[in-house]
């Protein structure tokens, strides 16, 4: 019986090992899998314009104005409420000059060699959000038609920290006054005569600056009891980030977006010169349209699809080094009347983002993929999947001006619009 | 009794356990329901494989059913084997080598009568495993390649219920009925740019299969035997479970062919030379051709092999232990079932063994050792040098002695 037992346990233990996996005999699997790339789906762009951006407590304010060859004259007015927690001045404090300070965030677009003009107006209305909470990149404020200041500056967004604009001393005078005769005591008070600024760009300016939303007004002012050479004392009435923002405008008159006044008007890439285009800032987006999912039918047996991407490529030949495309897109689902239905996810759950897959500086290509897999199998699946398109954005479409032209399914086989499908057939019956 | 009943359970569900780790370790396995078992119970696997005419008058032998007839009363008979393989796998390019371990036999045997007895047999009738890396296949419409790994587990088995009835005392006769039932799996890994694609095919067989078998003592020197095994088909159903990276997996039932058994005979000797020596020399025939089944890439070709080997006990009855131990050789010489673009794998082993008493009653340890080479460097096929170590415990035991004096 132990005899028995002990062999009973033998054959338990019954193990195999391998010390290499054998890279032999590969001709004789009989498989019958067949992987599949397909790039013949049909996929059309073209370009649309959102209504309005929500520009919210941005981390950039853009100032400035640009004549921009494709999508026409291009500008951003600040509009910002100014706070501050004290209102004391020393009675015998005598009123020096006052200054706008403005910081960089190093962000600029087109031409910073040539000279700004900008001109500082008083807010007439009280800067508020609109009934939703937020500021619109279309949202205005009436402005006294007579400026505060005009001032010029050449800016130098990377190499300074800041710019420093010095305004009319009857204006810093007037603010001084005020603060110094008690007059204005507390913000309350402040904002019923002082309403806020409006930063206009003149309209023959060169570029768009990104400033930083903690920038403020100055006054300097010395107290003549000091020594000698007279220390500065100076008071900051800084910007109130969450009433600060700004409005993008654009003349499209003559170019190819004239028609866009209506979220839901569409330019097809082929009348747009082959192109579709983004134009962060001002809402201008890429449209992309997948009319005919139900492609694969012809392919004989059972399969499954492993992977689709829409390849999409810029048309670098517009692009300068002031006048640049950013790296990634964001994507969202819109509906047939461009209005948006979510955000673009990947099979992993993730938001999916289009990012660069080819760049070549030699051939001028850089070629943007977006996985689209996901997307397919839920606008197959809803009910209302025949109605979705993609919308192409830039990623920093509230706080930039950067602009994107994109190739067109009749380009070149490199650069063309096209989708490319995986698909792997594992059963041939 | 129902001591003996609780054991054969308790052996048939291990068997069954270690059944599922029965392994391969051959591309060769790819094809059919992988590559046959050889292994049998007793002494016969040290002669090559020889032993139709061979008798179970003191082991069990389930190369012929005809032998049970041979099984005296009051013994029952249980048989256990064990095997370990060494393959060197040689394809010219590069060499590997690969070692696997599995239970090869698991039998019982118990006389009905004074000239019947029956013996139920579980073995694994063939094995699959194999591990084939880093095949490269085109993507259509492109002009890149996708890579699969390609690895397959799993065995077929067989449980036999034997009968075997002495009409005369040189005359025995015989019949098996067999029991098939298993699985074998194989998995696709497809890696294809970033996506992974799976593809596993689990094929589950059943069925029925009927052989018989003759031997006849011309005289006490000589004898001979002869044995058939029915044609069948195995019921073969395959399950498909297709995984890809965020999908869920896909299940399916596809459709496969039946796997077919092929008609089988075999004839065998048995020369005694004294008290001391045995030859035996067998022949079989697998109609595989006959089986209406397709490899994809290879064909099923009729098989035959020879079989032959010696016995050597130096004095039988002594009372030193040593003499008493029985030496065996043999040779085998099979000419396979395969043919793999025109050439047919052909697999030869010599075999070397002792039949070691570890009872008064007759039970004997039996050790094998053989080498065998399977394929050839040649013809685009894979050469498999084999070692083989066997252990197989022979045990006799005395049963129903009180019955005797009812």
């Given at each position: 019986m132990c005899v028995l037992l002990s062999s009973f346990m033998l054959l338990l233990g019954s193990c195999s090992q391998d010390d290499a996996s054998f890279p032999v005999g590969e001709d004789w699997v009989d498989s019958d899998t067949r992987i599949l790339y397909i790039d013949t789906m049909t996929v059309e762009s073209s370009t649309f314009k959102f209504d309005s951006v929500q520009v919210s407590s941005t981390n950039r304010l853009l100032l400035g104005s640009y004549d921009d060859p494709i999508f026409g004259k291009t500008s951003s007015t600040i509009y910002t409420q100014l706070t501050n927690s004290t209102y004391t001045l020393d009675s015998d404090a005598v009123f020096d000059s006052i200054v706008l300070i403005l910081n960089y965030d190093d962000y600029f677009y087109n031409d910073t060699t040539q000279v700004q003009t900008l001109r500082i107006h008083e807010v007439l209305q009280d800067i508020k959000p609109t009934d939703d909470g937020y500021f619109y990149n279309t949202t205005t404020f009436k402005y006294d038609e007579n400026a505060i200041s005009e001032v010029t500056y050449t800016p130098r967004p990377i190499r300074e920290d800041s710019l420093h604009l010095r305004l009319e001393d009857a204006y810093g005078q007037l603010l001084f006054d005020e603060i110094q005769d008690n007059d204005i005591n507390n913000s309350d008070e402040f904002l019923r005569t002082h309403r806020g600024l409006a930063l206009v760009p003149d309209e023959n300016n060169t570029t768009i600056l990104g400033f930083l939303p903690a920038s403020s007004i100055r006054i300097y002012y010395s107290l003549p009891n000091e020594v000698e050479e007279e220390d500065e004392n100076s008071f900051d009435m800084t910007f109130n980030s969450s009433y600060?923002?700004?409005?993008?405008?654009?003349?499209?008159?003559?170019?190819?977006?004239?028609?866009?006044?209506?979220?839901?008007?569409?330019?097809?890439?082929?009348?747009?010169?082959?192109?579709?285009?983004?134009?962060?800032?001002?809402?201008?987006?890429?449209?992309?349209?997948?009319?005919?999912?139900?492609?694969?039918?012809?392919?004989?047996?059972?399969?499954?699809?492993?992977?689709?991407?829409?390849?999409?490529?810029?048309?670098?030949?517009?692009?300068?080094?002031?006048?640049?495309?950013?790296?990634?897109?964001?994507?969202y689902i819109i509906d047939q009347k461009n209005q948006i239905l979510g955000n673009l996810y990947d099979y992993e759950g993730n938001e999916a983002s289009g990012t660069v897959v080819a760049n070549s500086d030699e051939f001028s290509q850089t070629t943007f993929s977006v996985p689209i897999h996901y997307f397919l199998d839920q606008k197959t699946t809803d009910s209302n999947g025949d109605n979705w398109y993609l919308a192409l954005l830039d990623p920093a479409m509230s706080e930039s001006v950067n602009r994107y032209s994109f190739y067109g399914n009749k380009a070149s086989e490199t650069l063309k619009l096209q989708i490319i499908l995986i698909y792997a057939v594992y059963d041939n019956e | 009794?129902?001591?003996?009943?609780?054991?054969?359970?308790?052996?048939?569900?291990?068997?069954?356990?270690?059944?599922?780790?029965?392994?391969?370790?051959?591309?060769?396995?790819?094809?059919?329901?992988?590559?046959?078992?050889?292994?049998?119970?007793?002494?016969?696997?040290?002669?090559?494989?020889?032993?139709?005419?061979?008798?179970?008058?003191?082991?069990?032998?389930?190369?012929?059913?005809?032998?049970?007839?041979?099984?005296?009363?009051?013994?029952?008979?249980?048989?256990?084997?064990?095997?370990?393989?060494?393959?060197?796998?040689?394809?010219?390019?590069?060499?590997?080598?690969?070692?696997?371990?599995?239970?090869?036999?698991?039998?019982?045997?118990?006389?009905?009568?004074?000239?019947?007895?029956?013996?139920?047999?579980?073995?694994?009738?063939?094995?699959?495993?194999?591990?084939?890396?880093?095949?490269?296949?085109?993507?259509?419409?492109?002009?890149?390649?996708?890579?699969?790994?390609?690895?397959?587990?799993?065995?077929?088995?067989?449980?036999?219920?034997?009968?075997?009835?002495?009409?005369?005392?040189?005359?025995?006769?015989?019949?098996?009925?067999?029991?098939?039932?298993?699985?074998?799996?194989?998995?696709?890994?497809?890696?294809?740019?970033?996506?992974?694609?799976?593809?596993?095919?689990?094929?589950?067989?059943?069925?029925?299969?009927?052989?018989m078998g003759l031997q006849y003592e011309v005289t006490d020197k000589i004898a001979i035997g002869s044995t058939v095994k029915l044609p069948s088909q195995l019921k073969t159903t395959q399950n498909s479970i297709i995984t890809q990276d965020y999908a869920d997996a896909i299940t399916e039932d596809t459709s496969v062919k039946d796997f077919e058994l092929p008609l089988e005979v075999g004839i065998g000797t048995e020369f005694k030379f004294g008290k001391s020596y045995a030859v035996y020399a067998d022949y079989t025939r697998k109609l595989w051709s006959d089986t209406d089944q397709e490899l994809g890439y290879g064909t099923l070709i009729d098989q035959n092999i020879f079989k032959t080997g010696l016995t050597f006990t130096p004095k039988p009855g002594s009372i030193y232990y040593w003499e008493n131990v029985e030496y065996r050789a043999g040779l085998n010489y099979d000419t396979g079932y395969l043919n793999l673009s025109g050439a047919d794998v052909k697999n030869y082993s010599m075999s070397v063994g002792v039949g070691l008493p570890i009872s008064r009653s007759g039970s004997k340890l039996n050790l094998m050792y053989s080498y065998g080479q399977n394929g050839e460097l040649a013809n685009g096929l894979i050469r498999e040098n084999i070692h083989s170590l066997s252990v197989n415990f022979s045990l006799d035991g005395i049963w129903f002695v009180k019955s005797k004096y009812n």
């Open positions: 600060s923002y700004h409005n993008l405008s654009s003349d499209r008159d003559t170019t190819y977006f004239e028609s866009l006044d209506d979220q839901e008007i569409n330019v097809d890439a082929e009348d747009s010169g082959g192109f579709s285009y983004i134009q962060a800032g001002l809402g201008i987006a890429s449209r992309i349209s997948i009319p005919h999912l139900a492609g694969l039918d012809y392919i004989e047996g059972s399969g499954t699809l492993l992977g689709a991407n829409l390849l999409i490529s810029l048309n670098t030949k517009v692009e300068s080094t002031s006048l640049y495309a950013g790296s990634n897109l964001s994507c | 009794m129902n001591k003996h009943i609780l054991l054969i359970i308790l052996l048939a569900t291990g068997g069954l356990a270690a059944q599922t780790n029965a392994l391969s370790n051959s591309p060769y396995s790819l094809f059919g329901a992988g590559i046959p078992n050889t292994f049998s119970t007793g002494k016969t696997n040290a002669l090559g494989g020889a032993g139709i005419a061979l008798k179970s008058d003191n082991s069990l032998n389930s190369l012929n059913p005809a032998s049970l007839g041979a099984m005296p009363l009051n013994h029952f008979y249980f048989d256990i084997g064990y095997t370990s393989q060494l393959f060197n796998l040689n394809e010219g390019a590069g060499t590997s080598k690969q070692t696997n371990s599995t239970f090869s036999n698991l039998a019982l045997a118990f006389p009905v009568t004074k000239k019947s007895a029956v013996s139920v047999v579980l073995a694994p009738y063939s094995n699959v495993g194999y591990d084939i890396t880093g095949i490269e296949r085109s993507i259509e419409g492109s002009t890149e390649f996708y890579s699969s790994d390609v690895s397959g587990n799993g065995s077929l088995n067989s449980l036999d219920l034997n009968y075997g009835y002495a009409v005369f005392n040189n005359l025995r006769i015989g019949i098996t009925g067999s029991y098939f039932f298993g699985k074998t799996e194989q998995t696709e890994y497809n890696t294809i740019y970033d996506y992974s694609l799976d593809i596993q095919r689990e094929n589950r067989y059943s069925g029925y299969r009927l052989g």
